[in-house]
T-cell receptor, first 109, second 111 residues
């Protein structure tokens, strides 16, 4: 079992729609959870951090955390073509910061 | 504030040759990570430093890879000798505590 798993994608949504990205993790001791955005040929860019159960909103982005279910999600509202990228889930636990394989999102105009 | 700086950005070498990557973290960030990223995959941790101490190098292939972080600031990752399978992007990240910030990476091609 991989430590951090993401829905494989690719995910395609029309412009203006909500994109939903999901992630599960295996280490119950994990305390910090992150979403990174990675454009093709670029390095990962931190877009959201969440540390406690519930929702955290930042502009069009909402991160959701459920530690009991070991589940993290990212919602992107009013998706724009510029949101087209690979989204990486990262979890910081006893085994340092581990990443999922990423979900490729395409927003079609 | 300057970000994480890595060099070189690109490197092409022949197999069996040595190669080194350099990373300058964000000022004041005590934690430094080296990751390897293959195409279509997420970053894989190679080594983590807290100041000058390597606190997690369990994923570093020690037969050919080595790393150092002198004086707890800059870090160097070395591969000797390089193999074809080492072709990847090598990412350095630094953290003041929890959140990590990446440099632009070094794309290594071994031919």
């Amino acid at each position: 079992q991989k430590e951090v798993e993401q829905n494989s994608g690719p995910l395609s949504v029309p412009e203006g729609a909500i994109a939903s990205l999901n992630c599960t993790y295996s280490d119950r001791g994990s305390q910090s959870f992150f979403w990174y955005r990675q454009y093709s040929g670029k390095s990962p860019e931190l877009i959201m951090s969440i540390y406690s159960n519930g929702d955290k909103e930042d502009g069009r982005f909402t991160a959701q955390l459920n530690k009991a279910s070991q589940y993290v999600s990212l919602l992107i509202r009013d998706s724009q073509p510029s949101d087209s990228a690979t989204y990486l889930c990262a979890v910081n636990g006893i085994n340092d910061m581990r990443f999922g394989a990423g979900t490729r999102l395409t927003v079609k105009p | 504030e300057a970000g994480v700086v890595q060099s070189p950005r690109y490197k092409i070498i022949e197999k069996k040759q040595p190669v080194a990557f350099w990373c300058n973290p964000i000022s004041g960030h005590n934690t430094l990570y080296w990751y390897l990223q293959n195409l279509g995959q997420g970053p894989e941790l190679l080594i983590r430093y807290e100041n000058e101490e390597a606190v997690d190098d369990s994923q570093l292939p020690k037969d050919r890879f080595s790393a150092e972080r002198l004086k707890g600031v800059d870090s160097t990752l070395k591969i000797q000798p390089a193999e074809l399978g080492d072709s990847a992007v090598y990412l350095c990240a630094s953290s003041p505590g929890v959140e990590a910030f990446f440099g632009q990476g070094t794309r290594l091609t071994v031919v």
